[in-house]
Nanobody, 128 residues
Framework: QVQLVESGGGLVQAGGSLRLSCAAS????????MGWFRQAPGKEREFVAV????????NYADSVKGRFTISRDNAKNTVYLQMNSLKPEDTAVYYC?????????????????????WGQGTQVTVSS
């Protein structure tokens, strides 16, 4: 059974930065795209960023493009989300998720239903 554990959340002032980590255990996810999603109070969970298993392809929600960077270290079975220039509207619980095992190293998906495994989430709060 795959387990995903997020860390790195916290309270930060607007304009600040945080780096989230997602460590996987149970089996290697080196052939799975990995995504970050977030859910603010009273809102649906939404896509933030995704990285292909090769690490060579990424995609971002328009709201975070240019401010957030997703990366991965397959040797460590870990995915990261570097968040810069944070805004109060970035406040949410952030979840990492593992997508389906794929042959293509460039496969990306932003669809929540395509993700098989989810972490418990880490809170990010941005004060104005």
């Amino acid at each position: 059974q795959v387990q995903l554990v997020e860390s790195g959340g916290g309270l930060v002032q607007a304009g600040g930065s945080l780096r989230l980590s997602c460590a996987a255990s149970g089996r290697t996810l080196s052939r799975n795209p990995m995504g970050w999603f977030r859910q603010a109070p009273g809102k649906e969970r939404e896509f933030v960023a995704v990285i292909s298993w090769s690490g060579g392809n990424t995609n971002y929600a328009d709201s975070v493009k240019g401010r957030f960077t997703i990366s991965r270290d397959n040797a460590k079975n870990t995915v990261y989300l570097q968040m810069n220039s944070l805004k109060p509207e970035d406040t949410a619980v952030y979840y990492c998720a593992a997508g389906p095992t794929t042959y293509s190293g460039s496969y990306l998906t932003s669809g929540l239903r395509e993700y098989d495994y989810w972490g418990q989430g880490t809170q990010v709060t941005v004060s104005s």
